[in-house]
């Protein structure tokens, strides 16, 4: 009976950490796709037609911070969470598109975690 209860503790704790690496990686895919538009509509122009590199430096910064974040979390969500190999292949290559991150729910399924209790 004890031994039944520790059995499902664990698998609450499990989808638990589960849910918080998608979390992550859609917190992240946004927060990257954000840094993206605003290094290509507001620092680039600034860059180019006010001649203020400095936005580029500091913007570019930032999103390359959150890009490499973004590659880490996807990496441990592919290894953790039920995506295939091809769903994180499209992840991966919305991170390239304007605007692409801020659709990571059509690939990763809202559902694709199983609640076990």
Same mark, same amino acid.
């Given at each position: 009976m004890v031994f039944t209860n520790q059995v499902s503790l664990v698998s609450v704790?499990?989808?638990?950490?589960?849910?918080?690496?998608?979390?992550?990686?859609?917190?992240?895919?946004?927060?990257? @796709?954000? %840094?993206?538009?605003?290094?290509l509509f507001v620092a680039m122009p600034l860059k180019y037609i006010l001649n203020l590199p400095v936005?580029?430096?500091?913007?570019? %910064?930032?999103?390359g911070i959150l890009f490499v974040a973004f590659m880490v979390i996807l990496?441990?969500?592919?290894?953790?969470?039920?995506?295939?190999?091809m769903q994180a292949a499209k992840v991966f290559l919305l991170s390239f598109v304007?605007? @692409?991150?801020?659709?990571?729910?059509?690939?990763?399924?809202?559902?694709?975690?199983?609640?076990?209790?």
């Open positions: 704790q499990i989808n638990d950490s589960l849910e918080n690496i998608k979390k992550n990686l859609f917190l992240t895919g946004h927060l990257e @796709g954000v %840094s993206f538009l605003l290094l936005a580029v430096q500091i913007i570019g %910064s930032l999103h990496f441990i969500a592919w290894r953790k969470l039920p995506l295939t190999f304007p605007f @692409g991150t801020f659709f990571l729910h059509k690939i990763v399924k809202q559902d694709a975690i199983p609640v076990t209790v």
